[in-house]
């Protein structure tokens, strides 16, 4: 069979999945690798979920902080901490701090290259595989290219096999209001596509939920953000007495068909402020 970290050339490289770095696949021994702050500090990022997962590696690493061990706790040293039958969690120390400082991110490259060899040396003595997340790339701040090179090579190259998750793709479904006309249009294309927009009619803008959008019926009403206090036009325009607003409210009646009596502010009252 042939090892799952090579390709059909026979060159060992990372083996990518989509998937949870803490839920790793396959059978026998594995490490779960992951990048720590030398500072202690643990809450953002992939810690998260190893801590959601198991407590025992959030509570090692404040520990290891705060009192030292055998492993002195410094950039460059790696704690193992035993989770489960032939499963551990990797904290490798291998970021310095946690803020960006002029223009250089906290990622230790020759730090991450210390802690990968040793998460080698104990992956090689337990006959485990490697399971991470894209480490380092994250709150770290480092570079993909840089920071699988340097996989490749303490790692994979020495023969252990490899393998790094991917969250699957989420999806966000934005909702947009519209008035009768475009709605017309729209029903035209087959539900398939908005019409283009004219030349005088502004951006959209994006509604994230859809019991807001439904804040636009089919009596015209129209949805406006939040945010905005002031009169507004369908397209989040907001409109004064002004002679070019009122050419702008002109123009947002001929692109959606609804009329400023039909127009809300942000307290859901109605307003006729332009006519």
């Not at 390709?7 to 770095?21: C, L, M, N, Q, S």
């Not at 927009?197 to 406006?224: H, K, M, W």
């Not at 002679?243 to 859901?268: D, E, H, M, V, Y």
Request: aromatic share 8%.
């Amino acid at each position: 069979m042939k090892n799952a970290s090579e390709t059909d050339t026979g060159v060992k490289t990372i083996r990518y999945t989509i998937g949870d770095a803490t839920a790793p696949h396959g059978d026998g021994a594995k490490v779960i690798a992951h990048v720590c702050n030398d500072i202690g500090g643990w809450g953002r990022g992939f810690v998260l979920a190893v801590s959601k997962r198991w407590p025992a590696p959030e509570a090692a690493y404040r520990m290891w902080a705060v009192e030292g061990g055998e492993t002195p706790f410094a950039l460059g040293n790696t704690q193992f901490v035993e989770v489960a039958d032939n499963l551990w969690v990797a904290n490798m120390v291998a970021q310095r701090d946690v803020r960006t400082v002029d223009g250089v991110p906290p990622i230790r490259y020759d730090a991450l290259t210390a802690t990968l060899q040793q998460v080698a040396g104990f992956a090689i003595r337990n006959g485990a595989s490697v399971h991470m997340p894209r480490i380092g790339c994250g709150l770290a701040g480092g570079d993909w290219n840089i920071v699988s090179t340097i996989v490749t090579r303490e790692l994979v190259a020495n023969g252990v096999e490899t393998y790094l998750y991917d969250l699957p793709a989420q999806t966000t479904t934005l909702y947009r209001p519209v008035g009768p006309k475009e709605l017309a249009l729209i029903q035209a294309s087959g539900m398939k596509a908005f019409p283009p927009r004219l030349p005088d009619q502004p951006v959209f803008y994006p509604v994230l939920n859809q019991e807001y959008a439904r804040r636009s019926p089919a009596t015209g009403t129209c949805a406006i953000p939040d945010r905005v206090s002031s009169p507004v036009s369908p397209c989040g325009r907001t409109i004064s007495q002004s002679s070019k607003s009122r050419r702008s409210a002109a123009a947002c009646i001929r692109s959606f068909g609804c009329r400023p009596s039909n127009w809300r502010n942000s307290t859901g009252t109605s307003s006729a402020t332009s006519k």
